[in-house]
């Protein structure tokens, strides 16, 4: 199966926005929960937020409030929106489930 593809990243100022979009296959994303996970340098990976079928959403204590996930069903897609960053968000952000995760995306949030 074709992995996720994301999408979206950059450099960015504290305070700033981007918005992270992933595209996946219909058998990896129809029906099934989404997720969002990040790595930042010399850490380990962990959860971000995480999207139902339905559109529930649910979101790590860190990102709360200030980050925000979404999916269109009819094009496959997930997307991460990323309001007031700080420099601790600077990761690689992963799209995915289960066993199939995208490359990741690199976001720099410089102070």
């Known amino acids: 199966q074709v992995q996720p593809v994301e999408s979206g990243g950059g450099l960015v100022q504290a305070g700033g926005s981007l918005r992270l979009s992933c595209l996946a296959s219909g058998s990896i994303f129809n029906l099934n929960t989404m997720f969002w996970h990040r790595q930042a340098p010399g850490k380990e990976r962990e959860y971000i937020a995480s999207?139902?079928?339905?559109?529930?959403?649910n979101y790590a204590d860190s990102v709360k409030g200030r980050f925000s996930i979404s999916r269109d069903n009819a094009k496959n897609m997930v997307f991460l929106q990323m309001n007031s960053l700080k420099p601790e968000d600077t990761a690689v952000y992963y799209c995915g489930r289960g066993g199939s995760w995208g490359q990741g995306t690199q976001v720099t949030v410089s102070s």
């Open positions: 999207v139902t079928e339905g559109g529930s959403t």
